[in-house]
C-alpha cells in the first residue's frame, strides 16, 4: 500500500512533460517578441492608388448578412470602383465545412488570399464546442488575428439618448486566448492554463486608445484590469498604461477592476462618464457583449479587428445556424455588419461616406424604424433592410433629417 501511494504520489514525467510544454511556448512568445520590436507603421491608405476589400461570407446567416454589406458598401463606393481605386474581392473557403475537411481554422490557401487584400469584411464563423459534429479546431477569429497580426479590436456602443457614446479598444492577440488551446492536463485532477502579456502588445493597444482619445475629442481614457489580484500580466498591463499616459498631458485617464466596472456600465449615474476604455483580451470580450446588450443586443453592434497592416471588420454576434436550419437566414437582422462596413470605410480614410451610413443606419434603427426586423417572417428581410439604409442614404434632406431626431 505504501509503494503504490509513492508511485501515485510521484508525477515526475508529468511535471517533466510540461515544463518542456512550456519551454515551447516561451520560445514561441519571445520570437513573437522580436517580430513585435521589428514591425513597421501603419498603412497610410490616403497614398494607395488600390485598395482591395475582401469580403467573407463566414457561417450561418453570415452570407446572408454580409450579402447586404456589400451591396451598401458597392453603392457608397461606386464611382471608386468603377475608377479601379477601390476593388471588391468575394473570398470562399472559410466556412466551417471546409476548415474541418482542412483540420485547419485558417486553410493555407484562404489565408494567402486574405493576404492579398488591404481590409476584410468578415460574417460570422462557427467555433466548434464540445458535443459538435465538428473537430475541436481553433476559432477562425482568433486564428486570423494572429496570422494578420490585428491586435486591436475595436468595438464603439452609443446610445445617444441615454447620453452613452463608448468606445472600446480590447487587446486581440494576447491575454488568455494568445495560448488557448496550449493549456496543459497535468493528470485527471489537475489543468492548467497560460496567459500572455508582453510589453510591446499592452503599449501599442493602449497607445491606440489614448490617440484615438486624443483626435476624437474624447479625452478621456478607463484602463480596465484586475490587476489587484492577477499581479503579473494584468500588473504590467497597468503599469504600462501608467508609463502611456505620461505622453498624452491633455487626456484624463483612470482605471477600474473589471468586476465593478461591469457593474458600473449599468450605473446611471456613473456610465455617462465613460468615453474610451482599453483592457485585455478576454475581460474586452466579456464587457463589450454587455455593452452592446444596453444598446440593443449583440446583433446591433460592429466591430474592426486592426492591426499595421491588415484590418478586419465584422459583427461581434453568432453564425446562428438554427435561423438557416428553421429557413430564416433571410430575416437576419445585418444592421451590425453593416455598422462594420462604416467602420471599414473610415479606417481607409472615407470618413464622410463612413459618417454619412452612421446617420443613415441611426435614423432607419433608432429614429424613424420604417421597418421592423425580428429574425422572422413577421418582420423585413435584411435585403430589405438594406435597401431602407441606401434609399435614406439617397435622401438629400439626411443631415436635417438626423438633426432634427438626435437634438
Known amino acids: 500500500m505504501i509503494i503504490a501511494w509513492e508511485e501515485r504520489m510521484d508525477h515526475s514525467k508529468e511535471i517533466a512533460a510540461a515544463k518542456e510544454h512550456f519551454g515551447k511556448i516561451l520560445t514561441e512568445q519571445l520570437e513573437r517578441i522580436d517580430r513585435l520590436k521589428s514591425e513597421g507603421d501603419f498603412v497610410d491608405y490616403a ?209 477600474w477592476y473589471i468586476d465593478i466596472m461591469t457593474a458600473k456600465l449599468v450605473d446611471e449615474k456613473r456610465r455617462q462618464q465613460f468615453k474610451v476604455v482599453v483592457l485585455p483580451n478576454l475581460y474586452g470580450d466579456i464587457i463589450t457583449d454587455e455593452a452592446a446588450e444596453l444598446q440593443g443586443g449583440v446583433g446591433t453592434a460592429g466591430s474592426a479587428n486592426i492591426g499595421k497592416h491588415y484590418a478586419m471588420f465584422e459583427a461581434i454576434h453568432g453564425s446562428a445556424p438554427r435561423m438557416v436550419d428553421e429557413g430564416r437566414a433571410q430575416y437576419a437582422d445585418p444592421s451590425s455588419i453593416i455598422k462594420a462596413a462604416g467602420m471599414l470605410l473610415d479606417h481607409i480614410g472615407y470618413h464622410e461616406a463612413s459618417q454619412k451610413l452612421t446617420k443613415a443606419i441611426e435614423v432607419c434603427s433608432e429614429y424613424e424604424k420604417k421597418l421592423v426586423l425580428t429574425g422572422r417572417p413577421d418582420g423585413a428581410t435584411g435585403d430589405a433592410y438594406a435597401q431602407y439604409v441606401m434609399d435614406t442614404l439617397s435622401r438629400d434632406d439626411l443631415n436635417e433629417i438626423y438633426a432634427f431626431y438626435a437634438k
Open 47 to 255: 497614398r494607395k492608388e488600390h485598395i482591395v476589400i475582401g469580403v467573407v461570407g463566414g457561417d450561418g446567416i453570415g452570407p446572408f448578412i454580409t450579402r447586404e454589406a456589400q451591396k451598401v458598401l458597392e453603392y457608397l463606393l461606386a464611382d471608386d470602383i468603377k475608377s479601379g481605386r477601390i476593388e471588391i474581392k468575394a473570398i470562399d473557403g472559410l466556412t466551417i465545412e471546409n476548415r474541418a475537411a482542412c483540420m485547419q481554422a485558417i486553410p493555407d490557401d484562404v489565408l494567402v488570399e486574405l493576404k492579398k487584400c488591404d481590409v476584410i469584411l468578415k460574417g460570422p464563423t462557427t467555433t466548434p464546442r464540445e458535443g459538435d459534429q465538428w473537430p475541436n479546431i481553433e476559432s477562425a477569429n482568433v486564428a486570423m488575428r494572429k496570422a494578420l497580426d490585428l491586435f486591436a479590436n475595436v468595438r464603439p456602443v452609443s446610445i445617444p439618448d441615454q447620453g452613452i457614446d463608448w468606445t472600446f479598444y480590447r487587446e486581440n492577440t494576447e491575454g488568455g486566448y494568445a495560448v488557448g488551446s496550449q493549456g496543459v492536463h497535468i493528470d485527471d485532477d489537475l489543468a492548467i492554463d497560460f496567459v500572455v502579456a508582453t510589453q510591446q502588445g499592452s503599449e501599442r493597444i493602449i497607445r491606440a486608445a489614448f490617440d484615438y482619445a486624443q483626435k476624437s475629442g474624447k479625452k478621456k481614457v478607463t484602463v480596465v484590469t484586475k490587476a489587484n489580484v492577477i499581479k503579473t500580466t494584468d500588473g504590467k498591463f497597468l503599469d504600462t498604461a501608467k508609463a502611456v499616459a505620461k505622453d498624452y498631458p491633455d487626456v484624463e485617464w483612470d482605471d
